[in-house]
């Protein structure tokens, strides 16, 4: 029966972890400032989950649609203090899930007539967008690229996710 940490493959790399976390836990014991202890907390958790979704990026579509909820939630109530915008966090997920599957699968991918339809619509709509960045009456490129990444960009990035 080969259980979890059987062979010494598996010992090394738990070996590895509780020195990382002693290690961690050893600096974060001596650090004074809120903000960097909340940021080593926070990069520790992104290589977690980039380990995650590079093993299977299919568990990047879910990550993005799990994390995606909450992370306001937290930045209003917990990270008042923290000047990040939490909404970039969902952008570098969607970059590393879409990096994890080009590295993972090498096939071509394949799409079905109705797949290649809601990606052709989504495409004009992504194409509409980009072309309001142009409008003379715009607010700004700063207002365009926050107000495009939630209306279009996702809206276009997440169903090719789905299809793969």
């Keep these: 029966?080969?259980?979890?940490?059987?062979?010494?493959?598996?010992?090394?790399?738990?070996?590895?972890?509780?020195?990382?976390?002693?290690?961690?836990?050893?600096?974060?014991?001596?650090?004074?400032?809120?903000?960097?202890?909340?940021?080593?907390?926070?990069?520790?958790?992104?290589?977690?989950?980039?380990?995650?979704i590079f093993k299977k990026p299919e568990n990047g579509l879910k990550t993005i649609l799990i994390l995606s909820f909450p992370l306001l939630g937290f930045k209003r109530y917990l990270l008042q203090y923290v000047d990040y915008p939490v909404g970039t966090i969902i952008d570098y997920l969607i970059v590393i899930t879409f990096i994890a599957y080009f590295i993972k699968h090498e096939e071509k991918i394949k799409l079905g007539k109705n797949e290649k339809g809601i990606i052709l619509v989504l495409f004009l709509w992504l194409l509409y967008a980009i072309l309001q960045a142009f409008n003379p009456d715009s607010v700004g490129p700063i207002a365009w690229i926050l107000a495009t990444r939630g209306a279009a960009i996702y809206l276009f990035l997440i169903p090719i996710l789905t299809f793969f």
């Design 1 to 52: 029966m080969q259980t979890s940490f059987s062979g010494t493959n598996n010992i090394l790399k738990a070996f590895v972890i509780l020195l990382l976390a002693v290690v961690f836990g050893y600096v974060l014991a001596f650090l004074e400032n809120d903000k960097v202890i909340i940021l080593s907390f926070a990069a520790l958790f992104a290589i977690v989950i980039a380990i995650f």
